[in-house]
């Protein structure tokens, strides 16, 4: 018979507060890094939109946004949260922030 405090199914430890995975309250350098590689890349997309002349509103959109080196740092890493504290979190604790396209600005006043 299998013990209930061994093996695969035991709980976790109190030092972890109940989760296994914890998110870390800052990004590292690496994370930091693949967010700037993301931005730039994003950034060539358009550029090589605009150049082969195509035209539609979003592209238009597009154009507007500060591209990766012209953002403030806290631009890149943080995101409006209008329940953190200072209205401002972490990207890395945005759900799936890898795959979705995240506001370049913030909202008028913040």
Same mark, same amino acid.
């Given at each position: ?9 035991? *709980? ?42 195509? !035209?539609?509103? !979003? ?43 995240? *506001? ?7």
């Amino acid at each position: 018979m299998f013990s209930i405090l061994s093996g695969p199914f035991r *709980p976790s430890l109190v030092a972890f507060g109940g989760k296994a995975w914890r998110i870390p309250w800052r990004l590292s350098k690496t994370r930091k890094a693949n967010v700037r590689k993301r931005l730039r890349a994003v950034d060539s997309v358009i550029d090589t939109l605009v150049e082969s002349g195509v !035209q539609f509103k !979003q592209l238009d959109l597009a154009k507007k946004l500060p591209k990766e080196h012209e953002m403030n740092p806290r631009d890149k890493y943080t995101t409006f949260s209008r329940t953190a504290r200072n209205y401002r979190k972490g990207i890395h604790k945005v759900p799936k922030f890898t795959k979705v396209a995240l *506001p370049r600005t913030s909202p008028v006043g913040f």
